[in-house]
């Protein structure tokens, strides 16, 4: 099973149970950054209606078999549910319930819609900003080498830095992304 | 006289890998942030075919469940290491 037909039957089984939804993870690096391979599908889906996720989810099971066991996010606490093709992949599905944080609010409601010639449809990510805040939030390495490839591309003056700033200082994150400002090399 | 090695001075290694860095992003802003999505999700099916490829040849299986139970396994293995302390199960 290719990627963009895993990423095809999350999309449809969201639309289908007019369930909102937004891919994150490496496919939104990507459109923003410098293009990289990932080992999952990750989506943000809306809990509205309240059972949007058990809804999509069991819509994807002749497809894809679901971990009962649901996981937290520690630093957030945001729920994920974690999904393997039953075809033949190493590819994973992780989808996390859009819950109460404002960040995570505030992120959901700004998502742009953008079209795929390989998806073969539209589908909808984070904005820049919000993709590098959140990245800043999680802080591993790799989220880190994220941010500075969405600002080597995208370049800061082109990006809403009040926003992003904002949210920093909310997180206590002001120094990473600072840090990652100052070590950019001369493009 | 053979070119000096950029590993055995900081000064000269720091711009070799800015100047890689610097390729990567002048190819990446020459493409529109749509085929740049698009190429994620090629090099993604690439990896996995390289890596499938690589299950076949050292363990000399052919069939494609096994060869995808292998990958599977070891993708498993690097989340467990990558997501370590960053995921908590609760039933």
């Known amino acids: 099973m290719k990627v963009e037909e895993l990423a095809t039957l999350v999309i449809a089984a969201c639309e289908v149970e007019q369930v909102e939804y937004m891919m994150t993870g490496a496919f939104a690096v990507s459109y923003y950054g410098i293009a990289r391979s990932t080992k999952d599908v990750d989506f943000v889906l809306s809990l509205s209606p309240s059972d949007g996720v058990v809804r999509v989810i069991r819509r994807l099971e002749p497809e894809v078999s679901f971990d009962t066991q649901v996981q937290f996010d520690t630093l957030t606490w945001g729920r994920r549910h974690v999904g393997v093709p039953r075809g033949a992949t190493g590819l994973k599905v992780e989808l996390f319930e859009l819950f109460s944080d404002p960040f995570v609010q505030e992120q959901f409601a700004r998502r742009k819609s953008m079209r795929s010639g390989q998806l073969g449809r539209s589908t909808w990510l984070p904005t820049a900003e919000d993709l590098i805040v959140q990245k800043l939030r999680w802080g591993r390495s790799k989220d880190l080498d994220d941010v500075r490839d969405v600002f080597a591309v995208q370049g800061p003056e082109t990006l809403d830095m009040a926003y992003i700033e904002n949210w920093c200082r909310t997180h206590g994150t002001i120094a990473r992304l600072n840090k990652i400002l100052t070590d950019l090399p001369p493009l | ?91």
């Open chain 2, 1 to 91: 006289m053979s070119a000096p090695n950029p590993h055995d001075d900081p000064a000269a290694l720091k711009e070799l890998q800015d100047a890689i860095y610097r390729d990567k992003v002048l190819r990446a802003r020459a493409m529109s942030n749509e085929a740049r999505f698009d190429e994620a999700l090629e090099l993604t099916n690439g990896v996995f075919e390289r890596m499938a490829e690589g299950v076949m040849w050292q363990l000399g299986l052919s069939e494609p469940v096994e060869i995808w139970n292998e990958v599977r396994r070891r993708m498993d293995r690097l989340a467990r290491a990558r997501d370590h302390q960053f995921y908590s199960a609760v039933s």
